[in-house]
């Protein structure tokens, strides 16, 4: 639990320093894929082992099934620091018969006064790290590197022998994770988005080396997610202060509503942007207050008139290739949809 409330203090105090012009916090929900790292166990081995345990020709082929796949959720809670890095708490369970039996097997067993078999198996895993991430228009890529634990159990209490069973029986392992990958987002509103695919290397640390001769002391395991990100927090917020460029060029603010901005002179050149409006053309396009215009499709912008002047020979509605800087420093693109003026 200290590791938690470390965690939850460290995201606390990034928080403070949270840009205004990102959320502040993104909560995610939905679907998740598990594909599990047998170390090599399949149904054939399974079948194997069983004739050399118990004679050969106990366990005929296709005795055993192994299923490597699990369906399930996955949740995570993110924290913004800036434009670019954030931190994560990731949360994900999954759901399997990781071993199945025929049915010449389950008659067998039941002869035998033993019923209840296969079991189920659950899979949990909680993980925090950093994640990096860039608005790119609708589309946010991002990439995270999380550590925790992964802990799986098997619930045997449905198991009984002669007809008896013990309630509440679970066999479970707790192991060290962590897990590598990234994903896309894409806007659907102003605080809404889907999350159109998360895919993780799961790394756990399961060690049944010592009971299973063969079985490697680790798992390469592979995690796939989808779903919905609601955002929440302060971003793209047109009531604060109006900034004023600094130096000779010092001028108002002016409105380029097709963009949903208002301009100012920067000092650089170019029309940096004062404030945004939340639904606006730029805002959904991934550009941010402090960010220059400096082109727009072929044509150079040094002032906010330059830019008002070549935005007002293209008809609402169309598509136009924009050019700036990031806080007057990265030089990046994106294609905007013009608003109505």
Known sequence: MRHVYACLLLCSALSAFAQQDVPKAEVFGGYSYLHIDTEGVTGSTLDTDCNSLLGAGTCPPGSFGVHPSANGWNASAQLNATRFLGIKADFSGHYN?????????????????????????????YLFGPVIFQSKGRYKPFAHALFGQNSIGTNLSNVKVGGIGIPGLTVSDTAFAMAFGGGVDVKLSGRIALRAGQVDYLYTKHDFSSGVPGVASHQNNLRASVGIVFQFGAAHQME???????????????????????????DSGGAQIAELSPHGAAALAGLHPGDIINTVNESKVKSPTELASVLSTIAPGSKVRIVFAIHGEWQSEATVTLGNP
């Open 240 to 266: 604060t202060p109006q900034p004023q460029a600094h130096g000779a060029h010092a001028t108002a603010a002016i409105p380029i509503r097709t963009l949903g901005v208002y301009v100012v002179q920067a």
């Open 97 to 125: 018969t990781p071993v199945t039996i025929s049915p010449q097997i389950t008659n067998s067993l039941t002869q035998l006064g033993i019923t209840g078999l296969p079991p189920k198996a659950t899979s949990y895993s």
